[in-house]
């Protein structure tokens, strides 16, 4: 079990993870891993981990349990599925459906290697406001920390909520009135609108085109 905690510490640590935030990741208690850490330091050599909480935190980690268990690469083992929580609109009026809790979704799609699956969050583009970038049937990735528009999304091209529920993919601007705010299409044909008040917004950290999402 030393190895295994050693090999949980080493990628946490790429991954800017604390064990507390590691824990809650897999679903464990806050201090999970660290009590895993406590009875190996008291010489229980299996730290009282078990299968599921072991592959919980291998999915955590977006490694495999092999590697995790025994630091062997399976070349064999898949990237980490990632739930595609609902839909934006570019154009077409749709309500996020960002209740997915337990990993369900309209459908999975794998993690692109790319980017760390650790609180990532992936929706569905429908309409064409913002084409060319963004495609009907596009898929984004993005990750949502708190409730609230932080300064990042300024001027980035963002999902996010309105006040009614609706949610949109589009670019953040400072509206002209204090609390609001311009979402900015990229199709020149498309409007633009003004005088938004949001729920949230976050940037796009990835996107995979229509002809590159495989659903799993």
């Given amino acids: 079990m030393g190895q295994v905690l050693a090999r949980i510490a080493m990628k946490a640590n790429e991954m800017g993870l604390s064990e507390a935030g590691l824990s809650k990741a897999a679903g464990m208690s806050k201090d999970g891993i660290r009590n895993w850490r406590r009875r190996f330091d008291a010489g229980d050599e299996t730290a009282g981990a078990n299968v599921s909480s072991v592959s919980k935190v291998a999915t955590a980690l977006?490694?495999?349990?092999?590697?995790?268990?025994?630091?062997?690469?399976?070349?064999?083992?898949?990237?980490?599925?990632?739930?595609?929580?609902?839909?934006?609109?570019?154009?077409?009026?749709?309500?996020?459906?960002?209740?997915?809790?337990?990993?369900?979704?309209?459908?999975?799609?794998a993690c692109p290697p790319?980017?760390?699956?650790?609180?990532?969050?992936?929706?569905?583009?429908?309409?064409?406001?913002?084409?060319?970038?963004?495609?009907?049937?596009?898929?984004?990735?993005?990750?949502?920390?708190?409730?609230?528009?932080?300064?990042?999304?300024?001027?980035?091209?963002?999902?996010?909520?309105?006040?009614?529920?609706?949610?949109?993919?589009?670019?953040i601007k400072v509206g002209s009135e204090e609390g609001t705010f311009s979402l900015i299409s990229l199709n020149p044909e498309a409007e633009n609108m003004h005088g938004i008040r949001l729920k949230w917004a976050a940037p796009v950290r990835f996107s995979l085109p229509p002809e590159f999402v495989k659903k799993i």
């Fill in 114 to 171: 790319q980017i760390n699956p650790h609180g990532i969050v992936a929706v569905e583009v429908e309409g064409t406001s913002m084409m060319p970038t963004y495609e009907p049937g596009a898929v984004l990735f993005y990750s949502r920390e708190t409730i609230s528009v932080p300064m990042e999304a300024i001027g980035r091209i963002c999902v996010c909520e309105d006040e009614s529920g609706k949610a949109w993919v589009k670019q």
């Fill in 62 to 109: 977006g490694v495999s349990e092999l590697w995790l268990l025994h630091g062997i690469e399976d070349e064999a083992s898949p990237p980490p599925a990632i739930a595609v929580a609902g839909r934006v609109g570019a154009g077409a009026k749709v309500y996020l459906v960002d209740a997915f809790a337990k990993g369900q979704g309209l459908y999975h799609v």
